[in-house]
């Protein structure tokens, strides 16, 4: 089996920072792309940002400037850090691995639970 844990979600004010981690751990022989996903109340869960096992990056417009998104290969591990926030950013935070549990397996997709982030004005 395989778990996506997330931890650093909170509560800051406005124009204030939180670093997000998500650590994969169980049986996995390679992760391809990795990242994060939002989803804020009403609405579809959404991009924020991804990361691939080469260390490219893509990010979503809104956050863009503002959002860093890194990983730790040899921890399994990704960092989502988030500096001017804003209200709007409020939302649940949900990680993302695309996983091959074998050398002859498949890449599946993996989520973690997701991490409450509010963003107070």
């Known amino acids: 089996q395989v778990q996506l844990v997330e931890s650093g979600g909170g509560l800051v004010q406005a124009g204030g920072s939180l670093r997000l981690s998500c650590a994969a751990s169980?049986?996995?022989?390679?992760?391809?792309?990795m990242g994060w996903y939002r989803q804020a109340p009403g609405k579809q869960r959404e991009l924020v940002a991804t990361?691939?096992?080469?260390?490219?990056?893509n990010y979503a417009d809104s956050v863009k400037g503002r959002f860093t998104i890194s990983r730790d290969n040899a921890k399994n591990t990704v960092y989502l850090q988030m500096n001017s926030l804003k209200p709007e950013d409020t939302a649940v935070y949900y990680c993302?691995?695309?996983?091959?549990?074998?050398?002859?397996?498949?890449?599946?997709?993996?989520w973690g639970r997701g991490t409450q982030v509010t963003v107070s004005s």
């Open positions: 993302y691995a695309a996983i091959k549990r074998s050398w002859s397996g498949r890449v599946n997709d993996y």
């Open positions: 169980g049986t996995i022989f390679s992760i391809d792309a």
């Open positions: 990361i691939t096992s080469g260390g490219m990056t």
